[in-house]
């Protein structure tokens, strides 16, 4: 394990000529020379292709402390240009070694972001087409492409034509957008008289379950709801949204006058990664006309697989739901699918535009993705997708996710036979929730003491864990209990990594002592 280039990895030098300035840099006005360009790109894909090529050998998480990274580099922009040889040497020495990992096998922490082959080949195209899709004008194919990958990725899911949707960067974007869509079909007309029509209308209030993600809140923050326009509602014993206290808040709600606005259920949290009964919370929306958004930003990849659909029951019954493709589609950060069976309404939450926006030279009304979003310029998001979604088909990246879930499933039952370690959720999809409970304290959970120890000998273990550098685990709290989570959804993990993971936690917690 090291921070260093692992052995073999041919770290430059450079060709002769990458250590003097080029023409360009010289006495040029525009970029660097096609050529030039060309030898400098196959020098840096070669380090690519090492990198991934080797990327096991590193540590996952670099040791470094915080702060030091920033004074290895000049405090201004150099005046003079430098030549390339010496910038990506920098970047050899000073950028690559301080990453954290994400590409890495051993990557088990949070939820997996993997950036496939056939995803960065689809970066280096959209970098190098350089799109603006914000119009259909300004990228007829990046606004169709994006309308066709919207459309694989809808009827992949197993969801019906009456959704349609967009990429974005984020599930946190995709959220905003539905919520500030739900906000206008709740009649509050934010869009056109912002928080003065809030204060007509009543108070708007929106439902999550406790462990919705905090995407959630920060939606209402910024959407001018405010955090206190949240009900968190309470979940059963298996981190599910409790329906009958949904029920009751909305009604409560109701009789104090409140407008519920929307409600969002979650199909895998980001603690535990448990399932909200959507079919059963689709009933409440229906009934009380309310908007439902489904937030499926980590799990809805399961979706493709058919015979996995059992917690999505009920989710094609949303006003709109959020699946991100950068999560467990293996696509290079950012890509996030919000689907709505109410586009026009999403439209009119974003909607404007100004004289120079406008198309001109169409009689057939054109799509412009801008309208349904709040940035204007966007990335041409549908390119890598299209290009992975042919690379992996819909049946290898199946294979790939079931593979993930039964590497789950099969360290959930060795936890589960290890009496030194408890588990602390089910195993739904790909994430296992565990704790170590030495011999010495189990059975003692109720004594405060006892628990605040275990807390700090879980913590302990699993800062031990990490420091070996082969895998990365994080952390959550379920029940007020210290949780580790090992979420397995790296391309790159295999088996053996896993097996690695559950071998260190149990050597490094015989090494502590509770
Ligand atoms: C359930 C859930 N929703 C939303 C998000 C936010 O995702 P993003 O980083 O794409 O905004 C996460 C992130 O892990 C998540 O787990």
């Known amino acids: 394990m090291t921070d260093e280039a692992p052995e073999g990895l041919r770290d430059g030098p450079y060709p002769d ?44 998480l670099p040791a470094i402390e915080p702060g030091s990274l920033g004074p290895a580099f000049p405090a201004s922009a150099p005046e003079a240009p430098e030549p390339l040889g010496t910038i990506l040497e920098d970047l050899d020495r000073l950028v690559v ?22 995803g960065i080949l689809g970066e280096m195209w959209t970098a190098t087409l350089g799109q603006n899709v914000m119009l259909w004008r300004t990228s007829p194919i990046g606004t169709e492409l994006e309308q066709v990958v919207v459309g694989w990725l809808r009827s992949a899911l197993g969801l019906p034509e009456g959704f349609d949707g967009l990429l974005t960067d984020t599930a946190s974007t995709s959220t905003l957008i539905a919520l500030a869509a739900a906000r206008e079909a709740a009649g509050l007309r ?48 298996d981190y599910r949204m409790r329906v ?15 407008v519920p606005v929307a409600i969002v259920a979650t199909i895998g949290t980001t603690s535990s990664t448990s399932a909200d009964p959507v079919a059963a919370i689709a009933e409440v929306a229906a009934r009380e006309g309310v908007w439902l958004h489904v937030d499926a930003a980590y799990a809805g990849a399961v979706a493709l697989v058919p015979a996995r659909r059992g917690p999505f029951a009920g989710w094609e019954r949303a006003d709109s739901l959020v699946v991100n493709p950068h999560k467990w589609l293996f696509t290079p950060l950012d890509a996030s699918l919000l689907l709505s069976r109410r586009m026009e309404t999403v439209r009119t939450a974003f909607s404007l535009v100004p004289e120079y926006l406008r198309t001109l030279d169409h009689e057939r009304p054109v799509h412009d993705f801008a309208e349904y979003q709040p940035q204007l310029g966007r990335r041409m998001r549908a390119l890598k997708l ?5 690379y992996f088909g819909l049946e290898g990246l199946r294979r790939r ?28 999809f790909s994430t296992v929730c565990l704790r170590w409970r030495p011999a010495a304290l189990r059975g003692r959970e109720e004594e405060p003491a006892v628990r605040a120890r275990l807390d700090a000998a879980n913590e302990r273990l699993m800062a031990a864990v990490n420091a070996t550098g082969e895998v990365f685990l994080s952390h959550t709290r379920l029940h007020d209990r210290f949780a580790i989570r090992v979420s397995i959804g790296n391309l790159r993990t295999e088996g053996r990594h896993v097996d690695r993971a559950w071998d260190l936690l149990r050597r490094e917690a015989r090494a502590l002592d509770a």
Not at 248 to 253: K, L, M, N, V, Y
């Open 190 to 237: 934010a869009t056109a008289e912002g928080l003065a029509a809030r204060v007509r209308a009543g108070t708007p209030v929106l439902y999550a379950s406790a462990e919705a993600h905090s995407s959630i809140e920060k939606a209402c923050m910024t959407l001018g709801l405010g955090r206190a326009s949240l009900r968190r509602i309470p979940v059963d014993a």
């Open 386 to 390: 299209w290009m992975l979604l042919r």
């Open 17 to 60: 000529d990458f250590a003097i300035l080029d023409a360009a840099q010289v006495h040029g006005l525009g970029d660097m020379d096609p050529e030039r360009f060309r030898s400098a790109a196959h020098a840096v894909v070669d380090a690519m292709a090492d990198y991934l090529a080797t990327v096991e050998g590193r540590r996952v």
């Open 401 to 428: 996710i079931e593979e993930h879930c039964r590497l789950a499933e099969e360290l959930a039952s060795r936890v589960d036979a290890e009496p030194d370690f408890e588990r602390l959720a089910s195993v739904p």
């Open 97 to 118: 070694p301080n990453a954290t990992h994400w590409q890495h096998p051993g990557f088990l922490a949070y939820f997996a972001t993997t950036a496939s082959a056939p």
């Open 244 to 258: 009958d206290l949904l029920a009751a808040a909305i009604a409560a709600d109701r009789a104090a006058g409140s």
